[in-house]
């Protein structure tokens, strides 16, 4: 039984289909999608197709912007980075038009898919399905260009780097899609990376919110955006390879299945892109972390980890993280605040990193917490930081010793092995 008969039924569906840059990278692989897409055809499904640039096209065409203008204007950015899915679609239709499959490329322009004007991180607003709705009827499989929008005044614009997922997932859920599959190189969504832990594991189902979780802790399987999205109005989302012939991927759930025992930890996720920085002997009264936090908010740089020491003779430390790359500006912007506030020092540490624990049966299971630290204390890895959600538990720990903690942390709750539903018991 194939994979589509299998989870979609011998019923026609509409499936929404996103093939990533890597998928479209050659014409060799164009015309593999294309005979994935055709054989849903066959099934009698109807398909609609969503696309990336070829890999690699979208940094170059920002290159090439920035060649031209080093701060590109954002609008002209976006009409020039929006044309590498253009490129894709055509080249997709015309594939499977010489698999006998007809096709029909679509702009977000022509769609259309409405989004705000926020250039090169627009929001869609609303998308119009008749265009779409009259070639399916037709028998034809409609491809959509991912990535890209037009406001309501006709400017082209862009969703943010990794936004085809967004755009896969949007349509779905306009289309009330029965699902949507995300075709990517890899096959699915693992316990952790395996190029540090060979044992992770192919997770067949995560929840949306512990995808939420691991896309913001820096997996990169699929755009965050795209996740909240899809949650939002309950698209069923797969992540599958579209370099194997079978495989189910991972499959996104709404809810956690009840009558299955869950893992209690999902997955181990991990962040190389943290800095701290750290206040120090800062007056210990109310107002201050306004006084420190606000600024740098207002700079639009994002706060991750916050910790405030006991205050001493008056006196506090404020540290918190931050991308390294607002390092540098969160450090010109404290100079200033440490004048006003009257603070010692500000100093700043750049061999942070996040490792992270994510999983939904954490809310019903204590200890996940003490067999974190225990099995990191065994391993002499000192915590700088921690952070919590109801789902994750994150520490801060000095960048040298990550890869020892994601594979002592993926042993400790057994997430190699396959009888993992008891991973809390010690
Ligand atoms: N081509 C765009 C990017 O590289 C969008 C995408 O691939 O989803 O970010
Ligand atoms: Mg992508």
Redesign the pocket.
Known sequence: MSFADKHLGTTMALIVQKY??TSMGSPERIRSVAARVARFRAQGHQVVVTV??MSG???RLIALSKAVSPNPDPRELDVV?ST??QVSIGLLCMALQETGVRARSYTGGQVKILTDSAYSKARILSIDETAIRRDLGQGCVVVVA??QGVDAQGNIT????????TTGVALAAALKADECQIYTDVDGVYTTDPRIVPEARKLDTVTFEEMLEMASLGSKVL?IRAVEFAGKYKVKLRVLSSFQEEGEGTLITVEENSTMEKPVISGIAFNRDEAKITVLGVPDKPGIAFQILGPVADANIDVDMIIQNVGKDGCTDLSFTVGRADLDRAMTLLDGVREQIGAAAVSADKTMCKVSVVGVGMRSHPGVASKMFRALAEEGINIRMIATSEIRISVAIEEKYLELAVRVLHKAFELDSVASSKNISN
């Open positions: 990533g840059g990336s640039a096209e979208t940094n980075i590498g899915e991912g990535f862009t969703l943010g780097r990794g936004g085809s997922d755009q």
